[in-house]
């Protein structure tokens, strides 16, 4: 009875609409809007498609495909999925815990996207005019052409958008060092973003599905939008030539190759544990693999769009100044607190053209961070079932998750928060964690688990049998792939600069290197443990912890249900 009700009281799905919009909304986020673009600009345009189509197939899809197929296979969240695959292994799952904790921090993005929103309705946009309060005597106009005549002048001023940024949003205090006051603009911001998390996910899968309907279609008719208007701008033709014109000689740097990778990591999710949680709240016969294609496809297609959308207008900024493409072009939170913003100003109806931008970015924000918090509240419930998995525990918890960390959050909307902020990012959510996370995955799915075994449970799920080239990818090639990617990362490895002249202070470097050891070193401490407490010879402890602990939730469902009949 106790199993039935442990089983039972795991909700899943309401529709396989629900749980494509949610994956959809969550892969696809900032990373396809803010660095796919840039990435292709500087990285040899057309050409970088190649390196990224490439590890699209031999490490998006595959990862893809194995972390949803694995959760669906469970029925649990990242930590206690372990126990069904490989024990020896469930350090991993620690380390997806450690991640979400600093990846909690990217709602700053959304709460600066909702300031920069509600100045977007003013008459006068602030980061097209000179005349704020904010506004130093250094300023250039920013739509004027052939602002580059004067390289002195240059140097020496700046521009409304940048102090709009710098001054007005973040108030930017000289360092970490300085805190300085919380903002109590962006703490009400980040207050409503907190809420807005809280009643997409206080009910589980069955609110955030729901959700999901609009924040996860709505930015693609933005999107949309965006685009028709960015192609009918002058001087969008040759945004989009810098965009796409392909330079093969730099498929030959390796760094092309590097930069590929760690974008299929970030824009598919893949080695988070995100989409084993989002997996898990499927039926056990959904076609997990057909899904895996459409979705990959989905998720690169918006960032070749995504490209267009931004380059026609960076063609039409620099047209508008009088200077190359290469001279305005920006990525990250440059380009959509700066330049976007910047050249939405020049355009005719510039609210309307701002709201759309910021909108999008709101809702992109909104999907990606209320699942991630989803995925962290699913594990530590499924950690500890008997403490949670009862009516009313979950709304609670839920509450004091988001409480918690809008009362962290506030050191993120202090002066000194950028500084934060950038320094989790760089150290705590860093690209080393994934290529160590997806090389951990692999050796314990692929080798200690078995690939085979795998390749047969997703054709008992879907009826689907994968094609060795899986097998292939999962055991040897993103194993290899990883590995070397984990290497060349620390090796040429350089300190975290702001605005490249802000050297953090050394304590700061210690702390950020504590982040990255604090979810890495989860894989190897966990096992050394286990094998440790473990008796019998290394071997047998090895056998051992390598085979699964219990049997999947939804082999112990359908137990618990034949059982129920035979009683009835």
């Not at 580059?148 to 710098?166: G, K, P, R």
Request: aromatic share 16%; charged share 15%; with cysteine.
């Amino acid at each position: 009875l106790n199993v039935c009700l442990r089983a039972g009281d795991r909700r899943q799905w309401a529709s396989k609409t629900e749980y494509i919009l949610v994956v959809a909304g969550n892969v696809v986020g900032l990373g396809n809007v803010w660095r796919f673009p840039y990435l292709c600009y500087k990285y040899g345009g057309g050409a970088f498609l190649v390196p990224y189509g490439l590890l699209a197939v031999v490490c998006g899809i595959p990862l893809f495909l194995l972390e949803t197929s694995s959760g669906q296979y469970t029925q649990e969240g990242f930590i206690t999925c372990w126990r069904k695959l490989c024990p020896l292994a469930q350090g991993i799952g620690y380390g997806h815990f450690v991640i979400k904790l600093y990846a909690f921090s990217y709602i700053i993005v959304e709460v600066w996207a909702l300031f920069s929103l509600m100045f977007s309705f003013r008459s006068q946009l602030p980061w097209a005019s000179c005349d704020n309060t904010w506004n130093t005597g250094k300023m250039l106009n920013s739509s004027s052409p052939n602002v580059t005549a004067n390289q002195t002048m240059l140097t020496n001023t700046t521009s409304a958008a940048v102090e709009f940024w710098e001054r007005r949003l973040l108030a930017m205090s000289g360092g970490i060092e300085e805190l300085g006051s919380v903002r109590w603009e962006l703490a009400l911001c980040l207050l409503v973003c907190w809420m807005f998390c809280y009643f997409s996910i206080w009910k589980g899968v069955r609110s955030s599905g729901k959700v999901a309907y609009f924040t996860a279609t709505f930015p693609y008719v933005l999107l949309l939008i965006l685009l028709i208007r960015g192609l009918t701008l002058p001087g969008a033709s040759e945004g989009i030539y810098f965009y796409l014109y392909p330079d093969l000689k730099r498929l030959a740097n390796l760094e092309v190759w590097i930069e590929a990778g760690s974008q299929i990591c970030f824009s598919y999710s893949v080695a988070v544990g995100t989409l084993g949680v989002l997996g898990s709240y499927n039926r056990h016969n959904n076609n997990c693999y057909k899904d895996c294609f459409w979705l990959c496809l989905l998720n690169s297609g918006t960032s070749f769009v995504a490209g267009f959308v931004v380059f026609s207008v960076l063609g039409f900024m620099a047209q508008k100044q009088g200077v190359g493409v290469d001279a305005v072009v920006e990525s990250g939170p440059g380009l959509a607190f700066i330049t976007y913003p910047q050249a939405t100003a020049m355009m005719p109806l510039p609210q309307f053209w701002t709201v759309c931008f910021f909108l999008m970015l709101i809702l992109l924000t909104v999907d990606t961070h209320f699942v991630i918090v989803e995925s962290f509240i699913t594990s530590v419930s499924d950690l500890f079932p008997k403490l949670f998995h009862k009516p009313g525990r979950r709304e609670i918890f839920v509450l004091l998750i988001c409480l918690f960390f809008y009362l962290t959050h506030l050191t993120l909307v202090t002066e000194g928060g950028i500084y934060i902020f950038e320094l989790i990012d760089y150290y705590g959510c860093t690209r080393a964690c994934h290529y160590f996370m997806a090389l951990s995955q692999c050796l314990a799915l692929a080798w200690g688990f078995g690939a085979d075994r795998v390749i047969n449970i997703i054709e008992d799920m879907t009826g689907q049998r994968p094609s060795i080239f899986f097998k292939l990818c999962w055991k040897y090639i993103i194993p290899l792939l990883s590995l070397i990617s984990f290497i060349l990362y620390l090796v040429n490895f350089t300190h975290l600069r702001i605005n490249n002249w802000y050297l953090y202070p050394d304590w700061a470097y210690a702390l950020g290197w504590t982040m990255t050891l604090s979810s890495l070193t989860m894989v190897p401490l966990w096992a050394a443990g286990q094998m440790c407490l473990t008796s019998g010879t290394f071997r047998q402890r090895l056998s051992i912890l390598c085979r699964p602990a219990e049997d999947p939730a939804w082999q112990r469902r359908k137990m618990g249900e034949d059982r129920t009949t035979v009683e009835l």
